[in-house]
């Protein structure tokens, strides 16, 4: 699946819920995101929830934003490195980033971050409107 097919398919599901959460205040629809709610009145918003897994394991998980408003992607690539295609990256350089490498393609790891998950960074640039908050992730947006 490329990025962009992701991204379309991920701001769907996030507006059909805050459809649904229309009057309730910023801070229950945050809490509404927290993994165990949505595990239990989500269940297709995330492939992992069926498995009873987590993206990273943290106690607090919040999936308000899943995917990070840090992350930049282009299907077509950025630029080439070493030959290969980058197709992503991580807008802050995050510490806890990695880049990998494939044979033809360079995509940000971000399996070891949980800079997106934690109530402080999505209250910081909350808005209702998910793809408001993405609006720099995908470059032909
Ligand atoms: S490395 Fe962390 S901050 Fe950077 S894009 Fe990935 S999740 Fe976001």
């Known amino acids: 699946m490329s990025y962009a097919s992701w991204f379309e398919e991920h701001a769907k599901k996030h507006t059909k819920i805050m459809k649904k959460l229309e009057n309730r205040s910023d801070d229950e629809v945050i809490e509404y995101f927290t993994y165990e ?18 993206c990273h394991d943290m106690d607090e ?15 077509a690539g950025f630029k080439k490195i070493d030959g290969k ?3 992503s990256y991580c807008s802050i350089g995050s510490k806890d980033g990695r880049q990998l490498k494939g044979k033809d393609a360079v995509h940000q ?9 934690k109530k402080s960074f999505i209250k910081k640039g909350f808005k209702r409107d998910w793809l408001l908050i993405m609006k720099e992730v995908r470059k032909d947006l």
Do not use: G
């Open 37 to 54: 709610n949505m595990v239990k009145n989500e269940p297709d918003f995330c492939p992992l929830y069926a498995k009873n897994k987590k």
């Open 61 to 75: 998980l919040n999936c308000y934003l899943c995917a990070c408003s840090n992350f930049r992607f282009d299907d």
């Open 85 to 87: 295609s980058l197709k």
């Open 109 to 117: 790891d971000c399996s070891k971050c949980t800079v997106p998950h």
